[in-house]
């Protein structure tokens, strides 16, 4: 009887999942579309700065909206379309190195003549171009690193008027300087938020954050939108509103229209389209394999402590710099030493990838599913995500290290004969693999630290698509797409750096 009952259960539940995930997939669609429904926005250059206007008709006071560091123009998007739609003329751009722009950033990142002096000379050339919008001093909104770079715009060009600087930490702000300075902090950004104070008790060492302190000609406020952390902070409600309302008041401007909070609905979407190959893969992979039996503890612990171990002791004593991308060559060849050992060890254990045949179709689909399905998606709505013919190349040089390494983790944690604490297992050990690098080399290095969410949001998203596939198709099949993958995302994400 329960038989009978589970196998119509089995049949309808891909379809039932399917069709709740394309319902999702709409809705969201429709409402990020609404969000930019009446606004004029077009896609220009500055020199060689790609930049999107955003603009309501209203002759609203200029804009200028940076991002942060391996961010892009799409992930500012909440205050770009927010401010818009409440009349400003909004400019947003992509630093060099980043999203769209063809150009590495150069310099030497640890002096501030190098390559901050860089990034604020193009700041001001987008700057230059949003004032010959109006005969009005242009507001400056940037996130993190931005904020340093905006701050020091604003001391240096009389053009720059209000800055809204989120996520800030920049030695360039003193009791002075700059004028008119909002600081908006994440509640989850302790240091952060601990520099935010800081510039606040120059003017007033009793200033507390939710406070506006006005010195003379400086004023100056600092808040926390609750619940949010560094990402989460560029999509909160508390942060649009200060924003929006900051600079109302800075321009005596009226602009009250509501809320373009995108966050929600990028991340609606993209968890329809994850949910949304499930049903797919269930029609056109086949059944899910016989259960097989998986290596011992000892030996799992073995082939995954000994790669951690000697990756990044190996590695880091290996000179690489042929990409023009901070830390790539050696996150590649850290990946490749992992991958080759752990395969190598799997060998020796009994667990061959000679025994595994690989599903090109399933391959193909994984790939064609991750990135022409999802990845377009992502760069539409949230973070840029296709590549220049630059990154082409840094991807292919990634992959010799993501493919391997993808396959052996897709050996040794193979649905079909580990549990799933063993996967949990096997991303910890690899990020602390990478964390041990940094701790060897940390000037080198710091910049892993900064790439390591977007290998766990990778683990996340295509981690779950491809455990559909290897249940199905093999681990052969899920990891030499998910390594393609991989790089793909790494290559898009890493900002483009020519020393």
Known sequence: MDTLIARPVRIALPWIVGLAALALAILSVWQLESMRSGLTITHDRVGETPITSYSNGAAGPPVVVAHGFAGSRQMME?????????????????????????????????????????????????????????????????????????????????????????????EAVTADAPKNLLIISGEYEPHLRDAARGAMSVLDAYASEGQTVTVGDVTRRAVAAPGVEHVGVLYSATALTEARDWLNASYEWSGTEPLHQTGPWVLGLLAALVALFWPLVVRFAGDVRAPETPISLKHFGAALVVPAVAAPLIATQIPLTI??????????????????????????????IRGETVRPLAALAFVAWGLGVFGLALDHYGASFLPNFMRLGIIAVLALGTVPFLVSDAMITDPASSPAW??????????????????????????????????????????????????????????????????????????????
């Open 323 to 352: 990409l023009p991308v901070l830390v790539a060559d050696y996150l590649m060849l850290h990946l490749l030493i992992y991958g080759a050992l752990q395969l190598g060890l799997l060998w020796y254990f009994g667990k061959s």
């Open 422 to 499: 063993r996967r949990v297992v096997a991303r910890l050990v690899l990020i602390a693999s990478l964390v041990l690098a940094v701790a060897i080399k940390p000037s080198e290095l710091f910049f892993l630290v900064i790439i390591l969410p977007v290998i766990l949001l990778f683990f996340v998203v295509y981690g779950t698509m491809g455990r559909w596939i290897a249940a199905r198709s093999g681990p052969l099949s899920a990891g030499l797409a998910s390594g393609l993958i991989l790089a793909w995302a790494l290559g898009v994400s890493f900002p483009l750096f020519q020393s």
């Open 78 to 170: 909440s205050f770009s379309l927010t401010l818009a739609r409440a009349g400003y003329q909004v400019v947003a751009f992509d630093f060099e190195g980043h999203g769209r722009h063809a150009v590495p950033m150069s310099g030497d990142v640890n002096a501030l003549d190098g390559t901050t002096r860089l990034l604020v000379a193009q700041t001001r050339e987008v700057v230059a171009h949003a004032s010959e919008l109006s005969g009005q001093p242009v507001a400056v909104l940037g996130h993190s690193m931005a904020s340093d770079i905006l701050v020091r715009t604003g001391l240096e060009d009389p053009a720059t008027g209000p800055i809204v600087a989120i996520s800030m930490y920049s």
